[in-house]
């Protein structure tokens, strides 16, 4: 199994393009999370989605946008980068059921430059 | 949410037992506390978690007071490769499914040899 895989893995944009970063876990999770990180800090949640058909804000959702394609897929566009959006982005997933430890499982990152 | 509070650097040598201790002292009855470990480049991956007492596995032991005010992170005859950012979060499971959890700034923790 891959577990969470983030598509791509660097990506340089000009000022108000536009992208999408990619996401899939192939561990049947029915969680799935947004989050960014900037050098030295922790990470904020950008969007979630609980389950399939769902998606929801999180801590920094503002010029973002989500979609949950279908159970295993995750994708976060920016309809027009700015420079404050320069960050490593990370994709996870966690099952959803009662009792559980509700542990995330995260990809390796997708590190994003806007100039 | 339970705000966390954690030193930002340790250092310790090989072989040593490190303690890594944080406070939460707004915990809700509900809040589990985590910790997690996260290496440069890598997304982070979890280690413990508990509720009450002592949590033990095969990586770490979790400590947390009768008042649940704060928890220790302990880590056994460290390596090298223990060097990492640690992470202390507060939060709960909602039943829909979304993990509320703040991952603050962390642990810096550097084995020297």
């Known amino acids: 199994n891959a577990g969470v895989t983030q598509t791509p893995k660097f990506q340089v944009l000009k000022t108000g393009q536009s992208m999408t970063l990619q996401c899939a876990q192939d561990?049947?999770?029915?969680?799935m999370y947004w989050y960014r990180q900037d050098p030295g800090m922790g990470l904020r949640l950008i969007y979630y989605?609980?389950?399939?058909?769902?998606?929801d804000k999180g801590e920094v959702p503002n010029g973002y946008n989500v979609s949950r394609l279908n159970k295993r897929e995750f994708s976060l566009r920016l309809e027009s980068a700015a420079p404050s959006q320069t960050s490593v982005y990370f994709c996870a997933s966690s099952v959803r059921l009662a009792g559980d430890t509700g542990e995330l499982f995260f990809g390796e990152g997708s590190r994003l430059t806007v100039l | 949410l339970a705000k966390t509070t954690q030193p930002i650097s340790m250092d310790s040598y090989e072989g040593q037992e490190v303690n890594i201790t944080c406070s939460h002292n707004?915990?809700?009855?509900?809040?589990?506390i985590t910790w997690y470990q996260q290496f440069p480049s890598q997304g982070p991956r979890f280690i413990i978690q508990g509720y009450k007492t002592k949590v033990t596995n095969e990586v770490a032991s979790l400590f947390i007071p009768a008042d649940r005010k704060s928890s220790t992170l302990s880590l056994p005859r460290v390596s090298l490769s223990d060097t990492a950012v640690y992470y202390c979060?507060?939060?709960?499971?909602?039943?829909?499914?979304?993990?509320?959890?703040?991952f603050g700034a962390g642990t810096r923790l550097a084995v020297h040899p």
């Open positions: 561990m049947n999770h029915n969680s």
């Open positions: 707004n915990i809700a009855t509900n809040d589990y």
């Open positions: 979060l507060v939060g709960t499971q909602i039943s829909g499914g979304y993990n509320k959890l703040i």
């Open positions: 989605s609980a389950s399939e058909g769902t998606t």
